[in-house]
């Protein structure tokens, strides 16, 4: 069911994005967030876009809560028109600038909880979308996805298969970024007869959970280094196996 907040006019929406703090903009948008702390406006750039962002395409969104996924609440009109919508404020920062900052022993209880929240929202046949660095929140109790408001209601599949589809993407996101950005880790995992295991795991079932892997990560992690090892920042210090015999 479409909620609304409605503007007056044109320059009651310029008062409110005086009044709030910008945080960033996307393709569509800016977000601000509201004297109040604790909700967030995004408001489109362009005012057409309304025949993109309609009643139709916010309905299956709206009334969906989740911890994890930080989904549209309000819309907001200025008259007939959608100029936007409110969210709740989530606090922390994007992975895009915290990744290497994150404590390997927090991970496995992160992912579970996005786990069983993404399994919620796959058996309510929401299918997400443009799960990236740049659109997760990590703070100290886990990670947060915003930018949901072009995700799907998919109810011509079954819940399993959206939360397959919906657990790839996550995979996908951690795990390209582990193989392209810690190269000193990536040999002993191809090598490992545990972690292999896990990996074989993961492939054939695409919705196997990802704590395992984060688990042994960071055992296998602390096994071949000198050092000790408790952020991704530290899997840098790793001494990069050699090949020669």
């Known amino acids: ?7 007056e006019n044109y320059n009651e929406l310029e008062a409110v994005k005086e009044d709030g703090y910008r945080l960033g903009s996307g393709a569509f948008g800016t977000c601000y967030l509201m ?18 962002y309609d009643l139709k395409f916010f309905d299956h969104l709206l009334d969906v809560k989740n911890d994890s ?11 007939d028109k959608i100029i936007g919508y409110s969210m709740r404020y989530v606090p922390g920062q994007t992975l895009t600038n915290c990744f290497e900052k994150i404590k390997l022993s927090n991970l496995p209880k992160f992912i579970s909880k996005l ?16 799960i990236a660095l740049r659109n997760t929140i990590v703070n ?8 949901t408001d072009d995700y799907l209601y ?5 819940p399993d298969k959206v939360y ?8 996908s996101m951690l795990m390209t970024e582990i193989a392209k950005n810690y190269s000193e880790i990536n040999l002993y995992i191809k090598e490992d007869k545990v972690m292999q295991f896990i990996m074989r795991t993961m492939k054939n079932d695409s919705k196997a959970s990802l704590v395992d892997f984060f688990v042994y990560l960071e055992i296998l992690a602390n096994k071949v280094a000198d050092v000790p090892i ?16």
Do not use: A, C
Not at 40 to 52: A, C, G, N, P, R
Not at 115 to 130: A, G, L, M, P
Not at 230 to 244: A, M, P
């Open 1 to 7: 069911m479409s909620k609304k907040i409605i503007l």
């Open 164 to 171: 397959e589809e919906n657990q790839k993407q996550i995979r």
């Open 35 to 52: 004297p109040n702390g604790f909700e967030v406006y995004k408001l489109f750039d362009d005012t057409e876009i309304q025949y993109y």
């Open 115 to 130: 786990e069983i929240d993404t399994k919620k929202i796959s058996d309510s046949f929401i299918k997400t979308s443009d």
């Open 140 to 147: 100290k109790k886990g990670f947060y996805f915003i930018d």
């Open 230 to 245: 408790t952020t991704f920042s530290d899997l840098k210090k790793i001494k990069v196996k050699s090949n020669e015999k």
């Open 154 to 158: 998919s109810d011509w599949r079954t």
């Open 69 to 79: 996924y930080v989904f549209p609440e309000n819309l907001i009109y200025v008259k």
